[in-house]
């Protein structure tokens, strides 16, 4: 009887002992799912501070989406660099750069596109403190994306844009779903997306309008090929305006700003280009020194004889600090000194091993960065006082951002 009892007793034993060796694997099981990392095509990054603060003392708040494309081949650890490598300081070209560290570049990039943004808004505030900010950057979402929804298009490389070898087009309707961007525009008064990126086939600036259509500064004129259908139905199009701009990250903060120049100008043309464009604001009359009246363009300051003279030192007697429609603004001595002004950014920047730009806390001491802002200065902003036949100019940042209601009820610059 004992030994049957033992026998009994060993079963148990034994069957106790693989119970507890199976819920110890199946810890362990669990123990590995738990610490298997999740992953997304699409990140959701935390806004650094400086990026979701308006200016002090700015009058307006404009709200904005970053969408940062960052190409990568194994979930968004390292860059891929088989399409336009970014280059170190040291001229070399790292295939293993980590996104972290191309990250930081990014970052840099946009909180210095804020800050022109802003001091840009200061109406003839040249000195940089005489006048207040118009125009305060709220970034409401910081987006990045390691793989992009693209439409291929049949393109020959000769008909590329210099900056964009993979020869498609952002498939946006389908990734404006997935971030749920309608409800961003229609509901939380979205008006920009910066589109960092490393490439893709896109145009300098986009814009989407249930009123307008896109007037914006695309591929026109340049011999590209586009499909029709695609040039007019890219961006979905929701209840109000928005515009996407492209910013391409082998370039720094000065070249985005131009772009966003060209911006300008075909919006103020398309609303009044008679008044903007021919003679008035930007000044008809080229001398053999420059421009004597008017405030010249992007490509043009105003001591330019010819496109992109950004350094030109010569001086000429120019009337931008004080343009009046009539001509009448006092003139005074202006050359690219006039512009190149340190801008400092109060604001912690990332530090990069890799390029050490990414940590540079002043603008607008660069000739082209500097000519973007003071040109943005010039333009009539805030309590302008600027009067044309008897009519006060409008604050023309509000017909630029205002664009549905202008573009359909007051297609004018002045009252």
């Known amino acids: 009887m004992m030994k049957i009892l033992d026998y009994f007793i060993l079963v148990l034993i034994v069957g106790l002992l693989m119970f507890l060796a199976s819920c110890e694997k199946d810890l362990i099981v669990d123990d590995i799912i738990v610490e298997e990392e999740t992953y997304s095509p699409i990140e959701y990054d935390e806004i650094h501070e400086f990026l979701s603060t308006p200016i002090e003392n700015s009058k307006r708040t404009i709200n904005v989406v970053v969408l940062n494309y960052i190409p990568s081949h194994d979930k968004g650890k390292t860059l891929t660099q088989t399409t336009f490598p970014f280059y170190g300081d040291n001229g070399q070209i790292d295939y293993d750069l980590s996104v972290d560290e191309y990250k930081k570049w990014v970052l840099g990039e946009t909180i210095r596109v804020k800050k022109g943004i802003e001091e840009g808004s200061r109406f003839r505030g040249y000195d940089g403190v ?215 950014i109060n604001t912690t920047f990332p530090s990069s091993y890799y390029k050490q730009e990414s940590n540079r806390s002043v603008i607008g001491n660069d000739p082209q960065g500097g000519w973007m802002i003071y040109w943005f200065k010039s333009i009539p902003g805030y309590q302008n ?29 002045y009252n």
């Open 130 to 344: 005489s006048s207040d900010p118009y125009i305060g950057i709220n970034v409401v979402k910081y987006i990045n994306v390691y793989e992009m929804p693209k439409i291929p298009r049949d393109i020959t490389p000769e008909q590329f844009a210099v900056d964009s070898t993979e020869a498609y087009y952002p498939d946006y309707n389908k990734l404006f779903d997935d971030i749920g961007m309608e409800d961003l525009v229609n509901n939380q008064d979205v008006k920009e997306i910066w589109f960092n990126r490393k490439s893709l086939m896109v145009p300098e600036s986009n814009m989407s309008s249930p009123n307008s259509g896109d007037i914006s500064n695309g591929y026109y004129g340049q011999g590209y090929v586009w499909d029709n259908d695609y040039e007019n139905n890219d961006l979905p199009i929701y209840d109000k305006t928005y515009v996407v701009y492209s910013h391409w990250l082998h370039n720094t903060y000065d070249f985005t700003l131009h772009v966003r120049g060209h911006q300008v100008e075909r919006q103020f043309s398309a609303l009044e280009s008679n008044f903007f464009l021919w003679g008035k604001f930007k000044g008809f009359e080229i001398g053999p020194d420059g421009r004597h009246r008017g405030c010249g363009t992007v490509h043009y300051p105003v001591n330019a004889t010819s496109d992109y003279q950004y350094d030109n030192q010569h001086y000429v007697m120019s009337d931008i600090e004080d343009w009046k429609p009539d001509g009448t603004g006092q003139q005074k001595p202006i050359n690219s000194d006039s512009w190149k002004k340190d801008i400092l």
């Open 385 to 413: 006082e600027l009067e044309f036949e008897g009519r006060t100019l409008k604050n023309w940042w509000d017909t630029f951002y205002d664009w549905d209601y202008h573009y359909v009820n007051d297609k004018k610059l």
